[in-house]
């Protein structure tokens, strides 16, 4: 029975994270907003406890920071988004690299396949399913690595930067993205370790140079 409620427990504490988690990224907590602990424990239905040790993860994470005994939401801005966008240059030439090398013929088709059924998708399909898709392709690129901490920071990457690609997949850049992602995959293919990390490199520097208005109508769709 206690391993019943312990399980509970921790499913529960995974809910309350990824729903925390969720309205921190969408930016539900406005920038600077103080987060209430009781208010968000009843406005969720769950105790203190979990509302709490999500709080914790979301700072741990990036999301928020420590405001006297309490957690605000972090800014919005433009050198935060450009840190994390060179951040995220180099960790995936690096998956590149090691996709090229490690990665098994099956998973190379396996990434085709994802990439077709991508493409399948209707345009009108709502953005956050289609980050979704976005964020799918790289993670399984960093999968390919074989390197299970390469992986986890991608992932860590794709939740930072989820806004700035919903924002930019309202942009109409999806065409865009996808035949990138071709050219990338089709490198993978040839085993072209050169011409698929400055493909990367082309793909993720494009959307850097559009950081200053993909955060400026973020904050306006925030505010407004």
């Avoid at 391993?3 to 427990?9: A, C, D, M, N, Q």
Wanted: aromatic letters at 6%; proline letters at 2%; charged letters at 30%.
């Amino acid at each position: 029975m206690q391993t019943v409620i312990s399980t509970s427990r921790g499913k529960r504490g995974e809910e309350v994270l990824n729903r925390l988690r969720d309205m921190a990224i969408f930016f539900e907590f406005k920038p600077g907003e103080r987060l209430n602990e009781a208010s968000l424990a009843e406005q969720l239905g769950v105790s203190r406890t979990p509302v709490r040790e999500a709080l914790m993860t979301l700072a741990h994470e990036g999301f928020l920071e420590q405001a006297g005994r309490g957690y605000v939401r972090r800014r919005f801005d433009v050198q935060e988004m450009k840190d994390l966008y060179e951040l995220r240059l180099g960790i995936e030439k690096e998956c590149c690299a090691y996709a090229v090398r490690r990665a098994t013929p099956e998973q190379i088709e396996a990434l085709a396949s994802y990439l077709e059924r991508s493409r399948a998708i209707p345009a009108d399909t709502p953005v956050t399913e289609l980050v979704k898709l976005d964020e799918g392709f790289h993670q399984r690129l960093a999968h390919m690595t074989g390197n299970a901490e390469m992986e986890k920071m991608v992932v860590w990457m794709n939740r930072r930067i989820r806004f700035m690609r919903w924002i930019s997949m309202e942009g109409q850049r999806r065409d865009c993205t996808q035949q990138q992602h071709t050219e990338l995959l089709e490198a993978l293919r040839r085993r072209d370790e050169q011409a698929m990390v400055q493909q990367m490199s082309s793909h993720i520097s494009l959307r850097q140079d559009q950081i200053v208005e993909a955060v400026t109508k973020g904050l306006a769709h925030i505010f407004l």
